[in-house]
């Protein structure tokens, strides 16, 4: 069965440290990758998305996400985080041969200033 | 240009009740997916709609159905509510398969 795993549920991190969130997906065939991020009191926005191609993406907000087929990861990062960064990052996969997407539990994260 | 929009915001219902939630997709999209969302937890899939049909369906019992119109506007009906069904349901479009999907800001179904 296809699934998702965020490493990290909770993290803290002060402003202008670097950001990695992990993510790692179980599935056999083909898949389109996504990062989605919901700001407080906001609905779900796609940060970036992985279809073909260069394995490095990058999405909005200076975030950027590389996709290592070998480790079925697709982690998250961002060289310098800002307090308006705050907000819960979700990772969800949808295989090729599916209309679904699978997410992860999803990673809260807090900047403090 | 509208996003998603969902109504209601928020309900509460008791237990054995039936409920229908509704969802209008953003402009220029053709497909509507419903998904559940616990507390603490990411989305789960329920269904996806297009063309006026169920597409595909996640693992959740017949007592969740849906409709799709033909304006692509979608409705989300769960019969026989359990306590369990208390969660943030949210609507998202696309145009096409395994195109990114734009979420609405969700229903907050609440079961007592």
């Known amino acids: 069965a296809q699934s998702v795993s965020q490493h990290n549920h909770h993290v803290i991190l002060s402003e202008a440290a670097s950001l990695e969130l992990g993510c790692n997906y179980s599935y056999g065939g083909t898949v389109n990758l996504f990062w989605y991020v919901q700001y407080p009191g906001q609905h779900l926005q796609l940060l970036l998305k992985?279809?073909?191609?260069d394995p490095l993406v990058k999405g909005i907000k200076g975030f950027e996400a590389e996709f290592i087929k070998s480790k079925f990861s697709f982690n998250l990062r961002k060289p310098s985080v800002q307090w308006s960064d705050t907000a819960e990052y979700f990772c969800?996969?949808?295989?090729?041969?599916?209309?679904?997407?699978?997410w992860g539990a999803g990673t809260k994260l807090i900047i403090k200033p | 240009d509208a996003g998603v929009t969902q109504s209601p915001t928020h309900l509460i219902k008791t237990r054995g009740q039936q409920v229908t939630l509704r969802c209008s997709p953003k402009s220029g999209h053709d497909t509507v997916s419903w998904y559940q969302q616990a507390l603490g937890q990411g989305p789960q899939f329920i269904f996806q709609?297009?063309?006026?049909?169920?597409?595909q369906r996640g693992n959740f019992p017949d007592r969740f159905s849906g409709h799709q119109f033909p304006n692509y506007s979608s409705e989300l009906n769960v019969n026989a509510l359990l306590l369990g069904d208390s969660a943030l349901y949210l609507c998202a479009s696309s145009l096409g398969v395994g195109q990114p999907q734009h979420f609405g800001d969700g229903t907050r179904l609440s079961i007592l």
């Open positions: 709609y297009y063309e006026e049909e169920e597409r």
């Open positions: 992985y279809f073909s191609g």
């Open positions: 969800a996969v949808m295989g090729d041969s599916n209309y679904q997407l699978i």
